[in-house]
């Protein structure tokens, strides 16, 4: 009994602490040109409206597909992403003084609507 007991504080505490994590990643709604990164399977959106930035690093979610988006305008729906967290997990080949240190927030992209052919 006391084992089972155990168990079910285990696990129900891992899934608060799974709800809670995501909880705090807010949701953010962009609009602006998609852009292709220069780090692989990561894209930029420019001049950026509705949300809190002018830009945005963007890092698909699984089942995402932007490429065929590139110089695109574009509606991103995504969470906020630590800036922490994405560097230690980036496999990059640029150097860090390479990169442009522009202020800009990193959007985990759940999911994109097309809006125009051309940026502008």
Known sequence: MRG?????MAVTGSLWLAFAVSANAAS????????K???????????ATGGAAESYELVPDKGVD??????HKVS????TANEASEKKNEKSSVKSEEREDKPHQH??????????????
């Open 66 to 71: 932007l490429n065929a988006h590139v110089g």
């Open 76 to 79: 991103i729906t995504g969470e």
């Open 107 to 120: 959007l985990k992209v759940k999911s994109f609507r097309h809006v125009a052919a051309q940026c502008p």
């Open 28 to 35: 953010v709604t962009a609009t602006g040109c998609l852009e």
């Open 4 to 8: 089972k007991t155990f168990s079910t």
């Open 37 to 47: 990164s220069d780090e692989k399977d990561r894209f930029r959106l420019s001049h």
